[in-house]
């Protein structure tokens, strides 16, 4: 590892706003944020533990109930971070977690919202497989999924972050009428997704495969991320696409969609140019 990376992963040991691959999180973010709000150096994990049923704290006069019902939103894949701390910005009352897992581009969100004073930001750093084990039921009230890696390849289709494989896992902490927002530059992993939607019956809330020639843009779809600039598919269209996982997502329909998206069209360019630039993007980390 180089001696930048180095540097980074050491200071986000030191963040308070960084948690790397935590234990006994579930239902207790919205004390640590209550301890971000107040400047705790460090978010004592001990101080959370949950005895006989109850919620334990030694971190004084939180209202309970008010921090219960904040709002709680996922950025998974967030890189650098770019959509938290913007929602963050946007809506202060509200709470953000950027999941990745590489160190590196989380200090880099992580710094930014430790220096604006972003005090309801923060960042996991871990799988995204491992999620479920860091929120409980109906903890999460909104998912973003920005610009994350396409996999365009066929075989690698069960890796794209909307595949109903990991749908089932967000479907483990997320509000029933929960929200799951993707962003994407890639035609593939847009058709994809509304093949997901619609082969398990999904509720649709809003699509558009040119979200900048749309009126009324929502503001929050405004802010841009590090891939979005890169502009690696060079569609030059950015794909958006709102929706609940409101339904079950049974196993037996996971062939039928294998089989279903081997017809979805794929940009001839696109594949060599994603492979190019993730080759560039790698050796920038
Ligand atoms: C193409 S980048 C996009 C980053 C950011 N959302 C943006 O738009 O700039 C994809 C990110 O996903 C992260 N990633 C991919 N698979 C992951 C996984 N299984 N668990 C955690 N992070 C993952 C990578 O580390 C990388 O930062």
Redesign the pocket.
């Known amino acids: 590892m180089g001696q930048k990376k180095l540097i980074k992963f050491a200071a986000i040991k030191e963040y308070n706003n960084v948690l790397e691959f935590p234990q006994d999180m579930q239902g207790k973010w919205a004390t640590f944020f209550d301890g971000l709000k107040k400047g705790k150096s460090t978010i004592d994990i001990s101080s959370l533990l949950i005895s006989d049923g109850q919620f334990v704290s030694n971190v004084s006069s939180i209202n309970k109930e008010d921090n219960a019902s904040t709002p709680l939103t996922l950025e998974l ?4 971070g ?1 959509y938290v701390v913007g929602l963050g910005r946007m809506f202060p009352e509200q709470h953000f977690i950027g ?4 160190g590196n ?1 989380i200090w880099k969100g992580a710094s930014i919202a430790n220096k604006d004073g972003l005090t309801n930001v923060a960042f996991v750093r ?4 491992l999620t479920s084990n860091y929120f409980a039921k109906k903890e999460v009230d909104e998912i973003w999924i ?4 396409p996999q365009l390849r066929w075989s690698k289709s069960k890796k794209r972050l909307t595949h109903p494989k990991f749908l089932r896992l967000y479907q483990q902490f997320l509000k029933n009428d929960g929200i799951v927002h993707l962003k994407t530059d890639s035609p593939l992993l847009y058709n994809f997704t509304l093949k997901v939607i619609e082969l398990y019956g999904l509720h649709l809330i809003y699509k558009t495969d040119n979200l900048y020639a749309e009126q009324n843009i929502d503001p929050r779809c405004l802010i841009k ?4 600039g890169l502009d690696i598919a060079q569609s030059n269209k950015i794909h958006y696409i709102q929706f609940n996982i409101d339904g079950d997502l049974p196993l037996e329909l996971d062939e039928i969609l294998k089989e279903a998206i081997k017809d979805i069209p794929m940009d001839a360019g696109e594949l060599l140019r994603m492979e190019a630039e993730a080759a560039r993007a790698k050796k920038e980390d």
């Open positions: 894949a967030c890189g650098r770019e999941i990745d897992l590489k581009r871990s799988q995204i497989e920005t610009f994350p890696d991320t590090y891939y979005e």
